[in-house]
């Protein structure tokens, strides 16, 4: 069953061609849903903001595009603004400019080696 974004699988008893309206409902209002991020404060660097989110190998920070993992010993409840600063910034998240721009190497030229055909080295 699909309803916007959300989509539900259907198990057991239930069969696509004979589900009600009632049961399609109960199903997707039973769905569990994700929390939403919780936003710790925002960055002095540049004023963006930090979210703390839930991910498969547990709780991190999020500033931007840089993601740093929470400490194990660190619980989520208990992060402070300051304690995220610094993990993101340990992840060089922190910059004050939007985007880091990296220079491309240019690639190297190939050197070809001169080949002698075989008549021109008998000649």
């Not at 190297?108 to 080949?115: D, E, H, I, L, P």
Request: proline letters at 6%; aromatic letters at 4%; glycine letters at 10%.
């Amino acid at each position: 069953i699909k309803c916007g974004g959300l989509y539900v699988s259907l198990k057991g008893d239930d069969d696509v061609l004979t589900i009600g309206e009632n049961r399609a409902i109960a199903l997707l209002a039973d769905k569990p849903r994700k929390a939403a991020p919780k936003e710790i404060g925002k960055h002095p660097g540049n004023k963006k903001p930090i979210y703390l989110k839930n991910g498969r190998w547990g709780p991190f920070l999020q500033h931007g595009r840089t993601m740093a993992r929470l400490p194990k010993d660190m619980e989520k409840d208990q992060v402070t603004l300051e304690d995220a600063i610094r993990l993101i910034d340990a992840k060089g998240g922190g910059k004050a400019g939007a985007k880091t721009a990296t220079k491309k190497k240019a690639p190297a030229k190939k050197k070809t080696a001169a080949k002698k055909s075989k008549k021109a080295a008998d000649a």
